[in-house]
């Protein structure tokens, strides 16, 4: 059974079974500041679990896609080295608020896989919690009695904690769970070791396919559980292990959800899969990590230097490195398989499709600067081995390849051993969790608690529609972090705060008691659909009445900027064509910034013809059409712009000027006069096809003309009120360009005295003429010395120290014969000498220079050369 007929008959089971099924959520989160990407089916539906949200179906099921690089079984640099754990995978799930519980979801679990799919009952087995005497819980004698009807006893199994008690985070909704495994060994395999002693054994045919999770606790803070106010189904199937199942083959790899990718890299590379191991491993990675990688950058994330691009960018420079160091590519290769992964996926998740060209993109110029990186890490790397004493390498310096210039350590150990060195890998360890640590102490957050004051089922937001009301606190809590301290998070029965989202910042204001006491509200944030708050203090009366005033002021420019960003999405589009989509924005009260796919940099031309169209929107004062919780196809069918990556609901809100149709759900203008202008002030690449472009609008646009016209009243005044700047100025550049000739003539003539005088300074040491002087010129033209003197001495070794605008500078010139006659290294001397200035540099073995900060050490390293000879 193909990959994409096993996903159809899951979802179509479950529809019998009154199931909505539901699309896959977008892999990268963009408002949950509790994770970066969706690493399990449940994570799009958190707010049901934890009540705060209305459920509309009771019933779901779903493919959901998730990405895991870290916790049980499957940190990243373990991913390829097995044939069953990945970093993106298909969990296949069935889900249930508050409806059904053990029994059915026990009982279609087993009809699927026996009668459906028809998998051999005795390969199955089953685990249930064993309970816990710390936790206070019980063996779960439920779903033991309830699987006996299916299964034989002996192939029920107990899990502790760690594998039968599934948990969303240290807080949060919980349970038991029941996982069912296979065994797909051979009868001779099976013969000597019973299946039952292998289950949660890392064993890779002896795997866990299905995990049932009753969902029926609340994690506290402190550790306690609290049942919850309905019981839960969760559940969630490996598709790729299913695969490997149901189509009789050993591995995930083996499936036709990985043969199609494994089979472009064979034809690309020239290698076999199965030829070794070695290979196997690069094949499996690459495989592997591109999925992840192709469909984070259509969902929304580029790979980056911090945060979820990070995770993206490490993934992919995995991927690279394996096909460098076992492939023997040396060029951009994995973009490629983009096409491949699109036709294979594309009709399930057409978000590949239609990201293909712009994933190939920024895919082919991540690979082409790491393997840059790489080459530069690999000259690094030879001058680490050069200035090692011994044959063991620092792990310190092993450490800074790796943080610095992102060079892979096990390729640095690879390389070491191939030339005869070892690496101090328990130093190179101890570097990493000091870094790591410091990262944690950095991240970490104390979260106590909510305290409950108020029951409020749904909480409402009127910020559309006013900026102040009358408010009473629904919860708290108390969180801090060693960056921002101790703060509160409040939350209120109705809000008029926007909280932080769609790039659009949250807002601001206070909070005002009956007495007259005012609590400032420094930011508002969004959790698990509730709007929290943030406060430095709570208030002294809790349980009071009080008025919440937003900062209107902070909220217009945000309104302002925010409007304009859709002016400009229009604009650009009409400027440089449809194929532009946004790719990410930020709208707060002093500027805007929007990125969206292009793949030539916007000419100023264009940026003209986009400024004016959306000034002349500006002008037209456009009234805002809104539509609130209008049907998502209504939308559409109105012309409204729906974004890749963006989580929409069954009811969406159209925001409308004029031509200008998008899905938003921030706050705007009431009329584009409002605006007042907008001044593009930038506009660069983020990535490749990733445009940027930030601009300015309203008070802030004002005062930057204003700003502008005082300079260029002072550049008037200072060209002596010249009626047109724009030609004096250009007459100074002339003037200044010929006076640059003139005194590079008089350098050149300089020059060639000094070099008189030089050479009759020279003085023959063994063989060698040698002369270490001090030169106060600049790089250039002590370069250009150097050589013109090499051509007319032979078997000279020049060095020369100079002082430039406080900076000093060493060159070292050596002719090439010493170099290799006496084994000369000009690199070496400006490295080791340039100590002496706080300074470093490098260069070829006949000549290098070097850089540094301390002039006065220049007389110092002068006297030093010597004694190279």
């Keep these: 059974m193909k990959s994409q007929d096993i996903r159809k008959k899951f979802i179509a089971f479950f529809e019998s079974k009154q199931h909505q099924a539901v699309p896959s959520a977008p892999m990268v989160l963009k408002n949950d500041p509790t994770l970066m990407f969706v690493n399990a089916g449940m994570v799009p539906f958190k707010e049901f679990f934890l009540g705060q949200k209305k459920i509309v179906n009771s019933r779901v099921t779903d493919s959901q896609k998730c990405l895991r690089v870290s916790g049980k079984h499957n940190d990243l640099e373990e991913v390829g080295i097995d044939t069953y754990h990945h970093t993106l995978f298909e969990m296949l799930g069935n889900w249930s608020f508050g409806d059904y519980f053990k029994e059915e979801a026990i ?9 459906v799919f028809k998998v051999d009952k005795d390969i199955l087995y089953v685990t249930i919690f064993e309970g816990d005497k710390g936790e206070g819980l019980e063996r779960d004698h439920e779903a033991y009695d309830i699987w006996k009807k299916y299964i034989a006893e002996d192939r029920i199994l107990l899990g502790n904690k ?18 069912i495994h296979v065994d797909i060994r051979s009868a001779e395999e099976k013969a000597k070791t019973h299946g039952a002693e292998l289950v949660n054994m890392d064993h890779p045919q002896v795997v866990e396919i299905w995990n049932l999770v009753f969902m029926q606790f609340n994690r506290l803070a402190d550790g306690s559980l609290e049942d919850l ?3 839960h189904i969760d559940t969630g199937m490996g598709f790729e292990r299913l695969c490997m199942v149901l189509q009789g083959v050993q591995s995930n790899y083996d499936t036709d959800v990985f043969t199609p990718l494994i089979g472009a890299l064979e034809a690309k590379t020239g290698v076999t899969y199965g030829a070794s191991e070695e290979i196997d491993i690069a094949l499996r990675v690459i495989s592997d990590h591109v999925r992840a990688v192709a469909f984070a950058i259509a969902d929304g994330q580029l790979p980056s230097s911090t945060g979820a691009g990070y995770v993206i960018r490490r993934i992919l420079r995995r991927a690279i490195r394996y096909g460098f160091t076992f492939l023997n590519q040396k060029e951009a290769f994995i973009y490629q398989l983009v096409t491949v992964l699109s036709d294979q996926m594309g009709s399930y998740f057409p978000e590949i499709t239609a990201q293909k060209q712009l994933v190939m993109n920024v895919i082919k110029e991540e690979e082409t600067s790491f393997l840059k990186t790489l080459g530069q890490g690999l000259g690094l790397l030879d001058q680490v081995i050069a200035q090692t004493k011994g044959k063991e390498v620092s792990g310190e310096k092993a450490f800074e390849l790796y943080d610095t210039f992102g060079f892979p350590i096990d390729l640095t150990a690879l390389i070491l051993s191939e030339k005869g060195y070892t690496l101090n890998e328990s130093d190179f360890t101890t570097a990493l969790e000091q870094q790591k640590n410091r990262s944690r102490a950095a991240a970490e957050m104390d979260m106590e608690d909510w305290v409950v004051l108020k029951e409020d089922p749904e909480q409402e937001f009127i910020g559309y529609d006013y900026l102040e009301t009358n408010v009473k606190i629904t919860r708290y809590r108390k969180v801090t972090s060693k960056k921002q301290g101790t703060l509160y998070q409040l939350v209120f029965n109705l809000t008029p705060f926007y909280p932080e989202g769609g790039g659009q910042v949250g ?17 508002t944030k969004k959790e698990n659909n509730l709007v929290m708050h943030i406060a430095k203090d709570l208030p002294k009366n809790i349980t009071d009445t009080f008025k919440a005033v937003v900062d209107e002021k902070h909220r217009a420019l945000s309104n302002n900027n925010h409007s304009a960003t859709h002016l400009l ?14 790719k990410g924005s930020l709208v707060n009260s002093k500027y805007l910034r929007f990125d969206f796919s292009h793949f030539s940099k916007v000419t100023p031309e264009e940026i003209q013809k986009i400024e004016a169209f959306v000034n002349a929107r500006i002008q037209e004062k456009l009234e805002l059409q809104e539509f609130r919780n209008i049907p998502m196809q209504e939308a559409l069918d109105k012309g409204a712009m729906a974004l890749f990556g963006e989580k929409y609901g069954d009811t969406v809100r159209l925001i409308q000027f004029g031509n200008s149709k998008e899905l938003c759900g921030g706050t705007h203008v009431s009329n584009t006069g409002n605006i007042w202008h907008l001044k593009i002030t930038s506009e660069s690449a983020v990535a490749a096809g990733v445009r940027r472009i930030e601009a300015i609008t309203g008070e802030v646009a004002k005062d930057f003309f204003t700003q502008q016209d005082k300079a260029l009243t002072e550049v008037k005044q200072t060209l002596k009120n010249t009626k047109d700047p724009i030609k004096a100025i250009v007459n100074l550049q002339d003037e200044n360009a010929a006076l640059k000739k003139e005194i590079e003539v008089l350098l050149k003539e300089k020059a060639k005295n000094i070099k008189g005088n030089l050479k009759a300074n020279i003085e023959t040491i063994g063989g060698v003429n040698f002369l270490a002087t001090r030169i106060d010129m600049n790089a250039g033209a002590i370069k250009d010395i150097a050589h013109e003197l090499g051509g007319e001495v032979e078997n000279l070794f020049f060095f020369a120290g100079a002082e430039n605008e406080g900076k000093a500078t060493l060159t070292s010139y050596i002719a090439k014969n010493l170099v290799e006659e006496k084994g000369y290294d000009a690199g070496k001397i400006v490295r080791e000498l340039g100590k002496y200035i706080q300074g470093g540099g490098g260069g070829q073995k006949f000549f290098a220079t070097a850089g540094g900060k301390h002039p006065s050490g220049l007389s110092e390293a002068i006297a030093k050369v010597k004694d190279y000879l």
């Excluded at 009982?107 to 009668?115: D, K, M, N, R, V």
């Design 507 to 523: 807002d601001r204001g206070f909070l005002e008691s009956s007495n007259g006491d005012v609590l400032h509200l420094i930011d």
């Design 569 to 582: 999405h229009l604009a650009l589009r009409t400027v440089l064509g449809t194929h532009v989509e946004q």
């Design 162 to 179: 760690k594998d039968n008690f599934w948990e969303m985070g240290a807080q949060g909704p919980c349970g038991p769970c029941s996982e």
């Design 107 to 115: 009982a279609w679990s087993w009809e699927l896989l026996t009668e």
């Design 229 to 231: 106010p309905n019981q």
